[in-house]
């Protein structure tokens, strides 16, 4: 059976970091291009960052761009992808979901259930 999990949201302080993990149960993530997608209270969702299966080449939101704010990588010895989040702002706070698919910016063929991420004094 196909999983999806994500891990490692939280509470943290503005100007903090925090990383995420996303790991495929049941089949291999390799040769799928993943994307993090956020949902905020009131707002649509948005896709903030993905790594292509055909080249390795990432994609990011102009909102997450500039200084290594967010940064997405692949680990395929243990099937997982990871996004690392730097100087996090209060407007980064939302449910953050792994996107599994053929091409980045969707459409996805699998989701998993979110992790939340919540940036507050």
């Known amino acids: 059976q196909v999983h999806v999990v994500e891990s490692g949201g939280g509470l943290v302080q503005p100007g903090g970091s925090l990383r995420l993990s996303c790991e495929g149960s049941g089949f291999s993530l390799n040769g799928y291009s993943i994307g993090w997608v956020r949902q905020a209270p009131g707002k649509e969702r948005e896709e903030v960052v993905c790594i292509s299966s055909s080249d390795g080449s990432t994609l990011y939101a102009d909102s997450v761009k500039g200084r290594g704010r967010f940064t997405i990588s692949r680990d395929n010895a243990k099937n997982a992808v990871y996004l690392e989040m730097n100087s996090l702002k209060p407007e980064d706070t939302g449910f953050y979901y792994c996107?599994?698919?053929?091409?980045?910016?969707?459409?996805?063929?699998?989701w998993g259930q979110g992790t939340q991420v919540t940036v507050s004094a």
């Open positions: 996107a599994v698919g053929g091409s980045c910016w969707g459409p996805y063929d699998y």
